[in-house]
């Protein structure tokens, strides 16, 4: 492989390296040629001998100390995109400034498949080992539901890759909240946000409690009796009042009772006291 000192840059291959800048004609060379080549100690002597620093085969470059620059650009560029393309101390960043740097392994992914799956491979779709910035920083799994008392959430896409929990209040069906009212429950009543059935009182008459009289009444001369009766109507007893005739009254009724007539023996001895009056009236 020719090397050509150009300037303050150099020709490798078919690429050309310069001082923070590198412009690529074709894909990159190999790592391990990067480093029997050890071109950077060139252009860069702040890198150390063999040039370690600069040259890893893991998709990504050292960015401190040495400031070293690789055939695809400087990776101190890359930190404008720092928090996901490098590591967390920022001395390792993604060849690219727009792919996501896993802190376990230690890998890139493209922005379009930010997973890392430990095992060789980048997805769209979430993977509960991939460990970068928007793992990190998201609240939960898209489309992903979760309930605090009577409030549901649920998963959503704040900005790309990036999930957070949206609380939508009492949600009807959700989190055992059925309903706020009455109108709520197809078959029942609304009794803290649950509907509650409604168990049947009674489904005919005779399951309601038997006539009871509570009173006499007088009704003109008739003597009546006032009774609390008891009706089944939609499964519920409901009371009301009726009167029943016990008797007309020859004397009339007061009170709840029929007038009582003069005794025989009254009205005998009435009889006498007035004959008797009128014998003594006419002796005299």
Not at 29 to 44: E, Y
Not at 64 to 79: Q, V, Y
Not at 192 to 206: A, R, Y
Not at 252 to 278: A, E, N, R
Request: glycine share 6%; net charge negative.
């Amino acid at each position: 492989m020719a090397i050509i000192v150009i300037g303050s840059g150099i020709i490798i291959g078919n690429y050309i390296a310069n001082a923070g800048k590198n412009m690529e004609t074709e894909p990159s060379l190999s790592v391990s040629t990067l480093k029997v080549a050890n071109p950077l100690s060139i252009t860069n002597p702040s890198c150390n001998e063999d040039n370690t620093d600069c040259c890893d085969n893991s998709g990504w470059y050292y960015c401190e100390p040495n400031l070293c620059f690789s055939t695809e650009g400087a990776c101190w560029n890359w930190k404008n995109n720092k928090d996901i393309s490098c590591d967390l101390d920022e001395t390792r960043c993604c060849v690219n400034q727009y792919s996501v740097y896993d802190f376990t392994v230690h890998k890139c992914c493209s922005i379009n498949n930010p997973y890392n799956n430990h095992n060789g491979g980048c997805l769209a779709v979430y993977q509960t080992v991939s460990d970068n910035y928007f793992t990190r920083n998201s609240e939960c799994i898209l489309n992903e539901e979760k309930c605090e008392g009577f409030d549901y959430f649920n998963c959503l896409e704040e900005s790309q890759w990036l999930y957070k929990w949206n609380n939508q209040g009492n949600v009807i069906g959700k989190c055992e909240y059925e309903c706020s009212i009455d109108a709520q429950c197809t078959n029942g009543i609304c009794e803290n946000n649950q509907c509650v059935p409604i168990i049947p009182e009674c489904s005919t008459n005779s399951d309601c409690p038997v006539d009871k009289e509570i009173d006499k009444v007088c009704d003109g001369n008739n003597l009546m009796s006032k009774i609390l009766t008891n009706d089944c109507l939609a499964g519920k007893c409901y009371d009301s009042f009726k009167f029943n005739l016990i008797e007309s009254c020859k004397n009339g009724c007061i009170d709840g009772k029929c007038k009582g007539s003069f005794p025989t023996i009254i009205i005998f001895i009435v009889m006498v006291l007035i004959i008797g009056g009128i014998i003594y009236f006419y002796k005299r």
